[in-house]
Nanobody, 122 residues
Framework: QVQVVESGGGLVQAGGSLRLSCTVS????????MAWFRQAPGQEREGVAC????????LYSASATGRFTISRDNAKNTMSLQMSSTEPEDTAMYYC???????????????WGQGTQVTVSS
């Protein structure tokens, strides 16, 4: 049984940093691409960043480019999102996903976590 578990969410002041982590079990971690998505209340889920099986390629949304960094450690079955220069608009539930290839389209992903809440205060 595949399990995807996010951690690291919380409250941060605008301009601050936060690191999200995702741990995966039940599949061959280095055989899947990983991604972060987010969904704010009343809005559609959007892709934030993705990373290929061996760490490349990486893709970022326009809003994440230059502020967020995605990384993975295949030895530990973990993937992270370092968020810097956060903005109130980053407030959302953040989801970790595992799937076929690195894409910001949710259809590429078969396995999802339950999400971790990020709130950025102004």
């Amino acid at each position: 049984q595949v399990q995807v578990v996010e951690s690291g969410g919380g409250l941060v002041q605008a301009g601050g940093s936060l690191r999200l982590s995702c741990t995966v079990s039940g599949l061959t971690f280095d055989a899947v691409a990983m991604a972060w998505f987010r969904q704010a209340p009343g809005q559609e889920r959007e892709g934030v960043a993705c990373i290929g099986r061996r760490g490349t390629p990486t893709l970022y949304s326009a809003s994440a480019t230059g502020r967020f960094t995605i990384s993975r450690d295949n030895a530990k079955n973990t993937m992270s999102l370092q968020m810097s220069s956060t903005e109130p608009e980053d407030t959302a539930m953040y989801y970790c996903a595992a799937g076929k290839y690195c894409s910001l389209n949710s259809r590429a992903y078969d396995n999802w976590g339950q999400g971790t809440q990020v709130t950025v205060s102004s």
